[in-house]
C-alpha cells in the first residue's frame, strides 16, 4: 500500500494503469456468461465467511486508529464489522447472484417495413468508478453489483476503513479468480492519497464510464463539481411530505411518523411536512403530536405556531434544510398547487409523498411535481432499491440523465442495437 | 442581433438571462397536453411556409455573404434553402407533430408483496442545448424534435446561416405563441460570438440537461471536451463491413456498394472493408471491382495487395480515418475472430456490419461487439433515426449513458416513478 505521502504524478501514474487495467477486463467480462458471474459471486460470498476472522482482524486495525484520532461515536460504528455484520455482507453478495442477468435481455424489438428486424438489448456500461467513505461494507456491496452488471470497477474506500476494505477486497479477486475471471475486474485503489480520488473524476484517460459517490453531501458534491464524467448520485433528500384535506387522518398521522421517524438518518427520511390549510384544524394538532411523541423537534411556520402553540418558529433556511435528524419542519400550504408550488421551490428532486383520497390532487401531485420518486399514501422512506424490488441498489440518484431513482443492476447497463436483414441494401 | 465585438461577460449575462428562461419555459412544457403541443407543431409548419418569402430573403443575405467571403461550394450547398428545401423543413415538422408523444407513457409497472404499484413513467428531460453549425434547417428540426418531447431548448446557429435561422426561429416562436406554449420554450440565440458557446457548454448554472452538437468533426470535439453536462453525440463513424467466408458473393457485392457509396458524406459510411481470408480468393475481387466500377478509391493491406495487384497501399493512419468521401481502406482477417479484433482496435463504436450465412458468426459478432448498431447483412447506411422507425431524429450517440444510437424523441425523455399505496409503512 502506498501512503498519503507518495507525490502526485505518481499516484497519477498508478491511476492510469488501473484505469488500463479495469477497460481490458471489461471486455471479457461483458461477454462473461450468466453462470460464470454467478460462480464468482457465490465464491465472494464463501471467502467473506472463511475470511472472517482477517476481516475482523484488519477491521480491529482501522478502528484503533479510529479512536486514536478521535472519531465520533457515530463514525466508529459505521466503520465497525462484527461477525453479524459480515454474515450480512456475505448474503449480500449471495441475493445480487441470485439476480437475473441483465447482460443480453433483448429490451424492446420491432420490424421495418423493408425486413429489417431491430432489437435494443442491455450491455453493460463498462467501467465504473465507486468513492466512498468509512462504510467498509460497500466494497462487497458495489464490487458485487457492478459484476452482476458486467462492468469493470475501481474502488475507492475512504483512508479511514483501508484495512477493513482491502481484506473484503481479497476475498472479492479470489472469487473472480476461482470462476475464471479477470482479477481487475474489481480493482481497490491501493493509496489514501486524495490525489487518487482527483485522478478518477479525471476519467482516467477515457477509462471511467461513470462515477458513483457513496457517502456524505461533502463528498457528492465535490464529485458532482468536478467529475468530468457522469456521476450518478444524489446530493440530499430534501423529501416533502405533503398532508391534502382529502387524507384519512389515522393514515396521516401513521405516514407521517413513519416517513419522518423510521430512520432520520437516510436520504428517504421527510425533512418538510406540508399540510393543506382546509384540514389544518383537525389534522395538524394530531400529526404534530405524534411526531412530537416519538421524540421530534418541529419546525413551524408562523401559520402553524398560530394554529399549535409552544412551537420552534421555522427560517427560511429550515425549507432546503436536510436534517438527517429527528427534526422537521412544517408549513400550510393552500391545497395542492400550493404543495407543488412549495416543493418545486425547495425540492432536492428525490423523493416526494401525498396522502390525500381525491384522486384528481393525486394526478396533479404525480404529473406536476419533477422528483425522481412520487409516492401515494405511502412513507417517503420506501425509496430505496430493495423496496422496489431491484434487489441490491449501489445509491439513488436525482439526476435526469441515464439512472434516476434507485440504482440497480439493471441501471448499471447501456444497450445496443442489433439488426437482423437479409440482404437490405438504403435506397436513395 | 448583438454582433461578434460584444465583451464576454455582456455575453455571459445575456447567455445565463436564457438559460433561466429556458428553465422557467420547461416546467409548463413537461405538463402540456399530446394536443397543444401538436397544435404548436402544426401551426409553426404553417408559418414556415407562409414565410416562404422573408425566410429565402434572410438566407439570400447568408449566402451573399457567403459568397463574398469565399466559402467552398460544399459549405454554400449546406447554406442554400430553396422552395423546395423550405416545404420538406415544414413537412418534417408535420412528421413531427404526427409523432406518438412519448410523455407520461408507462415504459415499465410493477406490484410489490406489500401492495405497493410502481410505474416508471417517461417525463422530458428539460432544457436542450443544441449547436450547430451552417445548416439552417437544423432550427426547425432540432425545434420541433425538442417540443415534441416537452424540452425546451436553446439553439446556438452558426454565424453563417444567422439570419436564415432567424427567420425559421421566428416561425416557431409564432406557432408556440398561437398554441398558448411559453415562446421561451424554443429560445435562439441572438448573438454570434462565440462566448455563448462557452457559456452553454457550462451548463448556463444548471439549467442546461444536455447539449446536441450537429456539425463536424472539430465543433463535436470541441463540445465533448469542453462541455461540463452531458453530450449526445458522435465524434466519428470509423464503420466496418465484414465479409465472412459463409458471405453469398452477390449480397456481399451489393452491401458493400452500398454502405461505401450510396452517400460518402454521412456517419454511417462504411470506411473499412475486412474480408475473411478463408474466402478472399473467391470474394475479394469481385468486390473491390465493384466498388472500383463506382468510383471508389481502394486502400489495400498487403495481403489484400498480394491477390489483387496494383491496388495503393494502405497506411497505418487508414485504419483510424473517417473519409468520409470514396475511399475505402480494406484488409484481410483471420475469420469472425480476426474482424472482432480489428474492429476493437480502430472502430469509433458507431455502427459496424456483417454479411454471413453462418449463425455462430453473426452471434459473435452481435455479442463480442460493441458499437452503437450493429447490422446482419444489411447496409451500414440503415444507421438513421427515421431507418429505424424513429421519426426523426437530432443525431447519433456513441456514448454509453443515456441515448444510444438514433437519437429521436424518445431518447430526449428521462423518467420518474409513480408509486401507489394504501397507506404503507416501512417496517423496521
Redesign the interface.
Known amino acids: 500500500m502506498l501512503d498519503g505521502t507518495t507525490d502526485k504524478a505518481a499516484v497519477e501514474t498508478l491511476m492510469l494503469e488501473i484505469g488500463q487495467k479495469a477497460r481490458a477486463a471489461a471486455?471479457p467480462l461483458?461477454?462473461a456468461s450468466p453462470e460464470r458471474k454467478h460462480a464468482a459471486l457465490i465464491a465472494m460470498a464463501t471467502y467473506i465467511i472463511a475470511g472472517m476472522d482477517k476481516i475482523l482482524a484488519a477491521n480491529a486495525l482501522d478502528l484503533e486508529n479510529a479512536r486514536e484520532t478521535g472519531m465520533a461515536a457515530s463514525f466508529i460504528d459505521r466503520l465497525t464489522l462484527t461477525e453479524s455484520r459480515i454474515r450480512d455482507m456475505a448474503n449480500g453478495i449471495r441475493a445480487i447472484a441470485e439476480l437475473k442477468d441483465p447482460i443480453?435481455e433483448v429490451i424492446a424489438e420491432?420490424d421495418?417495413p423493408n425486413g429489417?428486424h431491430?432489437e435494443r438489448?442491455r450491455?453493460p456500461?463498462?467501467v465504473i468508478g465507486v468513492i466512498y467513505e468509512s462504510r467498509p461494507n460497500v466494497t462487497a456491496d458495489a464490487g458485487a453489483l457492478c459484476l452482476a452488471a458486467g462492468n469493470a470497477v475501481i474502488l475507492r474506500g475512504g483512508s479511514d476503513s483501508i484495512n477493513s476494505s482491502q481484506a473484503i477486497h481479497a476475498c472479492l479477486t479470489r472469487g473472480l479468480k476461482d470462476a475464471g475471471l479477470p482479477e481487475a475486474a474489481i480493482q481497490m485503489v491501493p493509496t489514501t492519497d486524495r490525489a487518487a480520488v482527483g485522478a478518477m473524476l479525471s476519467g482516467l484517460n477515457g477509462n471511467v464510464?461513470?462515477i458513483v459517490p457513496r457517502g456524505g453531501k461533502s463528498l457528492v458534491a465535490r464529485v458532482q463539481s468536478e467529475a468530468r464524467v457522469?456521476v450518478f448520485a444524489h446530493l440530499e433528500g430534501i423529501c416533502h411530505l405533503y398532508i391534502d384535506k382529502t387524507a384519512?387522518l389515522d393514515?396521516a398521522v401513521?405516514?407521517a411518523?413513519?416517513?419522518k421517524m423510521?430512520r432520520t438518518g437516510i436520504c428517504g427520511s421527510a425533512e418538510t411536512l406540508l399540510v393543506d390549510r382546509a384540514c389544518a384544524s383537525t389534522h395538524l394538532k394530531p400529526i404534530l403530536e405524534a411526531l412530537a411523541a416519538k421524540g421530534c423537534e418541529i419546525r413551524a411556520s408562523e401559520a402553524v405556531m398560530a394554529l399549535v402553540p409552544n412551537l420552534k418558529a421555522a427560517t427560511e433556511e429550515d425549507w432546503s434544510t436536510e436534517y438527517l435528524d429527528a427534526i422537521i419542519s412544517v408549513a400550510l400550504v393552500d391545497g395542492i398547487g400550493g404543495a407543488i408550488e412549495h416543493i418545486?421551490r425547495y425540492s432536492s428532486n428525490h423523493t416526494e409523498a401525498i396522502v390525500a383520497e381525491d384522486v384528481s390532487a393525486?394526478e396533479r401531485f404525480?404529473?406536476?411535481i419533477?422528483?425522481?420518486?412520487?409516492?401515494?399514501?405511502?412513507?417517503t422512506?420506501?425509496a430505496d432499491g430493495g423496496?422496489?424490488?431491484m434487489g441490491a441498489e449501489i445509491g439513488i440518484a436525482t439526476g435526469?440523465?441515464?439512472a434516476?431513482?434507485p440504482v440497480g443492476v439493471e441501471q448499471l447497463t447501456?444497450?445496443?442495437?442489433?439488426?437482423?436483414?437479409?440482404?437490405?441494401?438504403?435506397p436513395?
Chains 1, 2 share one sequence.
Open positions: 471486455r461483458s461477454i443480453g420491432w421495418r429489417l431491430i438489448v450491455t456500461l463498462g464510464d461513470v457522469p384519512k393514515m401513521e405516514i411518523v413513519n416517513a423510521r418545486a393525486v404525480f404529473n406536476e419533477d422528483s425522481a420518486i412520487l409516492l401515494h399514501n405511502a412513507s422512506q420506501f423496496e422496489f424490488g435526469k440523465m441515464h434516476r431513482g447501456s444497450f445496443k442495437y442489433r439488426v437482423r436483414g437479409n440482404g437490405q441494401v438504403r436513395g
